[in-house]
Nanobody, 124 residues
C-alpha cells in the first residue's frame, strides 16, 4: 500500500524559511515523478514544483521560482521542498504527490498518489 506523509509545515513570518519533507512507503521515488502542490482556502489546488530523478529534471511554478527548491533525501523515498523568502501569499496546505510516469507534469489529475498535506502559514 502506497502512503505519502508530509511534514515540516508551520507558522513563519514573511521572509522566513521552512523545509517540507515527504516520506513515501510502498514506492520508490526514483521510479516516479514527484510533485508538490498547494491549496489555499477557497482556491483550487495549484502546482508548485516537480522533479524526476531519472532525468534529473526539476520544474517550478513562476510564483516560487528562485525561492523554492525541490530535492531528494539520501533515502530514495524522501523528497524535500525548501522554501525561502516566504510571503503571505504562500499560505496554503502543501501536498506531496507521485505520478507513475517519468516526465515533468503539472496537472493535479496526472498524479496517482497524494499525501494528506501540511499547513504552511506565513504572517505579514
Amino acid at each position: 500500500q502506497v502512503q505519502l506523509v508530509e511534514s515540516g509545515g508551520g507558522l513563519v513570518q514573511a521572509g522566513g524559511s521552512l523545509r517540507l519533507a515527504c516520506a513515501a512507503s510502498g514506492l520508490t521515488f526514483s521510479d516516479y515523478t514527484v510533485g508538490w502542490f498547494r491549496q489555499a482556502p477557497g482556491k483550487e489546488r495549484e502546482f508548485v514544483s516537480a522533479s524526476t530523478w531519472t532525468t534529473q529534471s526539476t520544474y517550478y511554478a513562476d510564483s516560487v521560482k528562485g525561492r523554492f527548491t525541490i530535492s531528494r533525501g539520501d533515502a530514495k523515498n524522501t523528497v524535500y521542498l525548501s522554501m525561502n523568502n516566504l510571503k503571505p501569499d504562500d499560505t496554503a496546505v502543501y501536498y506531496c504527490a507521485a505520478a507513475r510516469q517519468v516526465s515533468i507534469i503539472t496537472t493535479v489529475s496526472s498524479y496517482n498518489y497524494w499525501g494528506q498535506g501540511t499547513q504552511v502559514t506565513v504572517s505579514s
